[in-house]
């Protein structure tokens, strides 16, 4: 692997590595240490740990991301727009093979493989199984060089990933969420109004209304406060045109 093959991949992750060793471990296949310790280079080091940590982060960092668009957090606690089980759908297709091993082959990642002679005539660098590798061996290598900064690395997967891409495409976003970058991005103050509920305790109707910047949206209806505030953040997104 060349200088010009490293800022190549560099340019292609968004990240640039201190360590450069580093990022050339995260493509270096075992088939290829095999090959040059049998010819006497005991220093060659392949991704496997790399990829075994990557893993982790790149679930990790799905998740973080997930929860950041799906719920929000006030007094009562933390609130998601998606169950348990949806929310693990999202995860696996964003990290399963085949959405880590397609975004290797879109960044043309796959090209710069260090593999032994078995591994070329077989053409391995191209098969889903080994661009995953790949994908979690780069995330590992990125969390190492950055110091162990989960940040760094976890920018680093939505970048790759792209995940808003991905998540715009296939899931509405929690329109409380909508709502509130609406109001910080122009100062605006903004709650949610107790409209009162009716119904038994078992069966009760709760009704939300948002009240931003001193205007009062059309009154939502659920069987669940968090439910209401919900429907209520829709509605008004919805005559706000965002």
Do not use: W
């Not at 290829?32 to 080091?45: H, I, L, M």
């Not at 669940?224 to 429907?231: H, V």
């Amino acid at each position: 692997m060349n200088k010009a093959d490293i800022v190549a991949i560099e340019k292609a992750i968004g990240y640039t590595f201190k360590n450069k060793s580093l990022l050339i471990q995260a493509f270096t296949r075992r088939s290829y240490c095999n090959e040059k310790r049998q010819a006497g280079d005991t220093e060659c080091e392949c991704n496997e740990v790399l990829e075994f940590l990557g893993d982790s982060v790149l679930g990790c960092s799905v998740i973080y991301e997930m929860t950041g668009k799906y719920s929000s957090v006030d007094e009562r606690g933390m609130h998601s727009m998606l169950d348990e089980g949806a929310l693990t759908v999202i995860k696996s297709n964003l990290s399963d093979k085949r959405m880590l091993s397609s975004r290797i082959d879109e960044l043309g990642l796959y090209k710069y493989f260090l593999l032994g002679e078995g591994d070329k005539r077989e053409s391995i660098s191209r098969q889903p199984s080994v661009m995953e590798d790949l994908f979690e061996s780069i995330i590992g290598a990125i969390f190492i060089d950055s110091g162990r900064d989960f940040e760094v690395a976890r920018n680093a997967v939505v970048r790759m990933l792209d995940t808003e891409q991905f998540l715009k495409k296939n899931y509405k976003k929690n329109p409380k969420n909508i709502i509130q970058e609406y109001a910080q991005a122009r100062k605006l103050p903004f709650s949610y109004l107790d409209k009162g509920c009716k119904g038994p305790d078992h069966d009760r109707t709760y009704f939300r209304a948002l009240l931003l910047d001193g205007k009062e949206y059309k009154t939502a209806k659920a069987n669940s406060i968090k439910n209401a505030e919900l429907a209520a953040a829709a509605l008004a997104a919805e005559e706000l045109g965002i």
